[in-house]
């Protein structure tokens, strides 16, 4: 009847109870297991995120050493896609390419440092490493450093790194690494070792870089090097790299600079920088990153090939030795998988996994 309330017996009370219970159950039980999965899900993602870098990394390094004879990253990836990226040092701009690939999450931001190129970003061998780092899942940021386009180094080109930093920052990259190679490795060093700099960085890499602007010096000049026990001597100078040099530094080649390029003697080479005017001397100190590196907070990777023939490997042990003399964190692999800054397939077994392993510690550092 209308408005009658209807009293269950115990018997369907106790049914209805656990039927009801059946329903919740069979629900919770689903919501359980889902969350389960869920759990399982999130826990797992460290692991295949570190399986991921892992064959990444391996296939980056394979396919770079292979020099295009094989490309599993190319196969493995998709192509990166290439765009400016508004950068400016003061008030000069900075031509800066950003190259990325597609990506669920966002990927460790890079600052790649060419070395000496007249075509600086632009150069078609950069533009190819570049693309490859991207692959490899870097957001890979590239600018042209103006002194490393007519061997013409200055301090002020540490701004042109420093701004490519502040750039992907900007874009969303909390924290990023430094790649700089060659003679690129000295803007690149200077820049990380400012401590305003300092919050942004991860990790920083020296490719065939250097410790010492008269080091360098020495061996372009007469091809001797030494540090830590260790000497050498080139078979040969590169003379036109010294003329280059010669007419790109017009300005500081007074007497005594003339006789400085015109030496080539390893032994009067500390005589003759002590007769430059106190200008010249303070530019070699103010552009060897030998001497800052103490200031750098984020860990230091440097890899040197044994037999370049452009900046002896001797120059990184240098960097290696400052760096553990401040007690900053670095690790250092002389290779004979690289030559200058090119592969060189005639690496063995070990040479090869002191590479990957220093790679890998790299990149694993820039991700945090």
Do not use: C
Not at 61 to 90: D, H, I, K, N, Y
Not at 152 to 177: F, I, K, N, T
Not at 211 to 224: F, I, K
Not at 312 to 321: G, N
């Amino acid at each position: 009847m209308p408005g009658r309330r209807v009293a269950l017996d115990p018997v369907s009370s106790h049914h209805g109870r656990v039927a009801q219970a059946a329903v919740v159950g069979k629900h919770v039980g689903r919501w359980g297991a889902a969350a389960r999965l869920a759990l399982a899900v999130v826990l797992s993602l460290p692991f295949f995120a570190t399986a991921w870098t892992l064959i990444v990394s391996t296939s980056f390094l394979a396919e770079f050493l292979g020099q295009g004879r094989w490309r599993p990253l190319s196969t493995l990836t998709g192509e990166p896609v290439a765009r400016a990226l508004p950068a400016a040092a003061g008030t000069r701009p900075v031509p800066l390419d950003l190259y990325a690939g597609r990506a669920l999450r966002r990927p460790p931001g890079l600052v790649l440092v060419h070395g000496l190129s007249a075509e600086g970003k632009d150069d078609p061998r950069l533009r190819e490493a570049a693309r490859l780092l991207a692959r490899a899942g870097w957001a890979v940021a590239v600018p042209t450093v103006e002194g490393l386009t007519v061997l013409r180094l200055r301090p002020e080109d540490a701004a042109a790194v420093s701004a490519s930093v502040e750039a992907l920052h900007a874009a969303g990259y909390q924290r990023v690494a430094v790649l700089g190679i060659s003679l690129g490795a000295g803007p690149a060093l200077l820049a990380a070792s400012d401590p305003t700099l300092a919050p942004r960085l991860s990790a920083v890499l020296a490719l065939g870089g250097y410790a010492s602007a008269v080091e360098l010096l020495r061996y372009t000049l007469t091809g001797a090097y030494t540090f830590g026990g260790v000497t050498g001597r080139a078979a040969t100078v590169l003379e036109s790299a010294i003329a280059q040099f010669a007419r790109a530094n017009a300005e500081l080649l007074d007497d005594a600079g003339r006789r400085l390029m015109d030496n080539r003697d390893p032994a009067a080479v500390d005589e003759r920088v002590r007769a430059l005017p106190r200008s010249t001397r303070d530019l070699l100190e103010a552009l060897s990153p030998g001497r800052t590196i103490g200031s750098l907070r984020a860990p230091l990777f440097l890899i040197h090939g044994r037999q370049d023939p452009a900046v002896p490997f001797t120059e990184s042990l240098r960097l290696d030795a400052a760096a553990r003399a401040a007690g900053r964190p670095v690790r250092t692999a002389i290779v004979g998988a690289v030559g200058h800054v090119e592969a060189d397939l005639r690496a063995g077994l070990l040479d090869l996994l002191r590479l990957w392993t220093t790679f890998y510690a790299f990149r694993r550092a820039a991700e945090g």
